[in-house]
């Protein structure tokens, strides 16, 4: 599995006094994530951009502040290059004044730990690259906090975390531009200012999932309407309650195919969740997400055999069609799996009839397939009919 490396950085501050013009809701922390053969491509073609943009400066957010015509186009430019976004949205507004995480130290704790584990669980060889250099109190502690953590080479001798400018650094500058963009889409101070660019929309296809606090899987409920009026509540409840047991069940696994079914889970939960809840998902977009977590590449009969079927052997729901998979909302997707699978089991089961009528017919009832194989009582104990 290939070396991947984190270039964190943020935006948002610490303080709960919403009444306050310069209290933030949100606090956003931005991971660039990108694979250790990709990383020289990658710092200069940002170079290109950042010196495009902003000359001599650095490729900071905060420069281009509410000129959206300049930063979409920045964010176009940004868009084909090898790397991809995890997220992480603390909506501070959510967090209860008796829960200790209004302290600070504890506040940048949280989330210090939220950071490393959910990115040493994603990606298990990687470096993460922080920037603590200047007055940012949060990068500061999260330093801090890694140096704590004693984080040990690994097995090939490589450091899992360091330190460096965000001056000299244009990847951190990078996840200060993305960190940057994605407030406009939540902090409500921002979002007028964006003039209807939703940010997180335009960097969909960059995002690997966006972990959102307090709000998570586990308290996560599906809504009880939406646009859709196909949408069937009790229909996604399911879906998203066998998924989430999933995950619960298998999330602390070293088996590298679970490991991969988590992975392609997270991203149909991500989907189900937060954006085009409606839409199938290509295989090849599951397996660029695979790609994009370090894992070699397996073909499309592997990935259906030991990551999709498997997920579906442990009661995971997943629809499926031509189109590609994703978590069922309505009951028209639970007909389309139903559909697809008839399609491929009828000729199949056609083919099988034909072969022991053939034979029958040609001993002279002699030899009978489907009585020898034990056939119909095979049949009838998947579906869980009469022996």
């Known amino acids: ?115 490393y584990e959910e990115l040493k669980l994603a990606f298990p060889r990687l470096t993460i690259v922080a920037d603590s250099i200047g007055e940012n109190e949060f990068l500061q502690s999260f330093s801090k906090y890694m140096s704590e953590k004693n984080m040990p080479s690994d097995l090939f001798g490589e450091s899992s975390f360091s330190i460096e400018d965000s001056k000299g650094n244009v990847l951190i500058q990078l996840a200060d531009f993305i960190a940057g963009s ?70 602390r696994s070293d088996d590298e195919f679970v490991q991969r079914q988590l992975v392609v889970l997270d991203y149909l939960l991500f989907r189900f969740m937060n954006r085009s809840p409606r839409h199938y998902i290509p295989t090849k977009e599951l397996q660029n997400q695979l790609a994009s977590r370090g894992f070699d590449k397996i073909s499309t009969q592997v990935f259906r055999g030991k990551v999709i079927a498997k997920l579906r052997d442990e009661k995971v729901i997943i629809s499926s069609s031509k189109g590609g998979y994703k978590l069922p909302t309505t009951q028209q997707e639970l007909r389309d799996f139903i559909a697809l699978g008839k399609s491929m089991v009828n000729p199949l089961l056609s083919r099988l009839h034909t072969c022991h009528e053939v034979v029958k017919l040609g001993t002279n009832g002699g030899l009978d397939l489907f009585d020898e194989f034990h056939f119909v009582e095979d049949i009838n104990q998947i579906i869980g009919g009469p022996a």
């Open 1 to 115: 599995m290939e070396r991947m490396y984190a270039f964190i950085d943020e935006t948002g501050a610490f303080g709960f006094n919403f009444q306050s013009p310069d209290c933030t809701h949100y606090f956003i922390i931005c991971a660039i994530i990108v694979k250790e053969s990709d990383l020289p491509s990658l710092e200069s073609a940002v170079e290109r951009v950042r010196s495009m943009y902003f000359q001599t400066g650095e490729m900071k957010s905060s420069k281009i502040g509410k000129k959206n015509h300049r930063r979409k186009r920045i964010l176009d430019a940004l868009q084909e290059l090898p790397y991809s976004i995890y997220a992480f949205i603390c909506d501070k507004q959510k967090i209860g004044e008796n829960s200790g995480l209004r302290y600070k130290q504890s506040f940048y704790k949280f989330l210090n730990n939220l950071v």
């Open 182 to 251: 994605l407030a406009f889409s939540y902090e409500p101070s921002k979002i007028p200012l964006a003039d209807g660019y939703n940010y997180q929309s335009i960097l969909g296809n960059k995002i690997l999932r966006l972990s959102r606090y307090p709000s998570s899987f586990s308290t996560y409920t599906p809504p009880d309407e939406t646009l859709d009026i196909d949408y069937n509540q009790t229909i996604a409840t399911i879906s998203y309650r066998q998924a989430v047991a999933f995950k619960e069940k298998h999330q």
